[in-house]
């Protein structure tokens, strides 16, 4: 198993562990808190920073039948899609001047976009090292051919994958021409519990698909992380928050700088000392687990699929026009996209309806 180059740091086995900052949402839509989370970041010991790179209308459409509400069980719940994505995105005009500030501090800065035009974007306007797909988007085959592509290295999460949807994904990353993988453990739910992190699954991960693996990590601890790097995750990513006070769809398993950095030292000594770090997260290490846990199965919806987008007649062709892989995961999974583009509408079909197969001729 190598190490993979971001930037210019090795990260992989033997190496020191990676530590992301990721931003999401928690800069609230104002440009001068999201550069004070860069700074907070490097403050904290971070070595680089995450963005994530959608827009509403990239990542689902503006539609408020039943499919497009988010369920009860998650933080967002009652929620329109579209509305939560309005608030939570990175304007497009910020990544850049970040980029440039996050250098500036010594930090490496990337993203994980959501969609082909995310991608031109990111390729066009940054030079970021690596790319981070969402746990969500693991089934988005399109999207990974599209970022492997680009000949980088990615990040890929693995929330309530199974091992046949993780082996998908990296094959279609190694075969698009990706410049290695990193998998991350990660437990979608928000925030997650000790006791359903299952970090045995880390050497595991390791054993069976070949690369480095590391822990997106949505508990609010400081000592799971710590646990993960014991039993050989080289990269850990933690969302940070300035505050946990304000709204914001990202607050509740964020974790504030003085908290992040704690954590930063935690993982840090892990290396030094793995089996203190493994006794003080018994509760952690669990078994090893593919697929959703029970906290987790309210987050496959936001899992993307095929939906129409247009009204569509019945012996009307499928084109990228009217049938895109968007947000929410109700319609087939977005692998089935080609075969989708060389067929039919059965019947009618209304805009905002998930695509099934009795819907195809």
Same mark, same amino acid.
């Given at each position: *198993?190598?190490?993979? &180059?971001?930037?210019? !740091?090795?990260?992989?086995?033997?190496?020191?562990?990676?530590?992301?900052?990721?931003?999401?949402?928690? $800069?609230?839509?104002?440009? &001068?808190? %999201?550069?004070?989370?860069?700074?907070?970041?490097? +403050?904290?010991? %971070? +070595?680089?920073? &995450?963005?994530? #790179?959608?827009?509403?209308? #990239?990542? #689902?459409?503006?539609?408020?039948?039943?499919?497009?509400?988010?369920?009860?069980?998650?933080?967002?719940? @009652?929620k329109k899609l579209y509305d939560l994505y309005e608030e939570a995105y990175?304007?497009?005009?910020?990544? /850049? &001047?970040?980029e440039k500030l996050a250098n500036s501090l010594g930090l490496d800065l990337f993203s994980s976009p959501f969609d082909g035009s995310a991608v031109d974007f990111l390729e066009r306007e940054l030079d970021i090292p690596v790319y981070k797909i969402a746990s969500y988007e693991l089934v988005d085959i399109p999207l990974l051919r599209r970022v492997a592509a680009t000949g980088k290295?990615?990040?890929?999460?693995?929330?309530?994958?199974?091992?046949?949807?993780?082996?998908? %994904?990296v094959e279609a990353l190694r075969t698009g021409g990706a410049a290695g993988v990193i998998l991350l453990k990660c437990t979608s739910a928000h925030p997650a519990l000790p006791e359903e992190m299952n970090l045995r699954t880390i050497p595991d991960m390791m054993k069976k698909f070949g690369v480095p693996v590391g822990l997106s990590d949505h508990s609010l601890s400081a000592e799971i992380p710590a646990a993960a790097v014991a039993l050989g995750a080289c990269l850990v990513e933690k969302h940070l928050v300035l505050s946990r006070i304000p709204? @914001?769809?990202? !607050?509740?398993?964020?974790?504030?700088?003085?908290k992040f950095r704690t954590m930063t030292k935690a993982v840090r000594a892990a290396q030094e000392n793995p089996k203190e770090a493994l006794r003080t997260a018994e509760d952690?290490?669990?078994?090893? $687990?593919?697929?959703? #846990?029970?906290?987790?199965? /309210?987050?496959? *919806?936001?899992?993307?699929?095929?939906?129409?987008?247009?009204? *569509?007649?019945? @012996?009307?062709?499928?084109?990228?026009?009217?049938?895109?892989?968007? !947000?929410?995961? $109700?319609?087939? %999974?977005p692998k089935h996209l080609?075969?989708?583009?060389?067929s039919r509408a059965a019947r009618d079909i209304e805009r905002g309806t998930p695509l099934a197969w009795d819907l195809v001729s």
């Open positions: *198993m190598q190490s993979l &180059k971001i930037g210019k !740091r090795a990260v992989g086995p033997g190496e020191p562990v990676y530590v992301v900052a990721e931003l999401s949402a928690n $800069h609230r839509q104002d440009y &001068k808190t %999201a550069e004070a989370l860069v700074r907070a970041a490097a +403050d904290a010991g %971070a +070595d680089a920073v &995450k963005l994530q #790179t959608y827009r509403a209308d #990239t990542l #689902t459409i503006d539609c408020d039948n039943k499919w497009f509400l988010i369920n009860p069980g998650t933080p967002w719940s @009652g990175t304007p497009w005009d910020w990544q /850049p &001047k970040l290295p990615v990040i890929l999460s693995t929330g309530m994958a199974t091992e046949e949807e993780i082996g998908e %994904a709204p @914001g769809p990202d !607050r509740n398993f964020s974790l504030e700088p003085e952690a290490l669990g078994a090893v $687990h593919y697929g959703p #846990t029970e906290r987790e199965k /309210p987050d496959l *919806m936001f899992r993307r699929s095929l939906f129409v987008v247009k009204n *569509m007649r019945a @012996g009307e062709a499928f084109t990228p026009e009217n049938v895109r892989s968007i !947000r929410p995961g $109700h319609g087939l %999974a080609d075969e989708v583009l060389t």
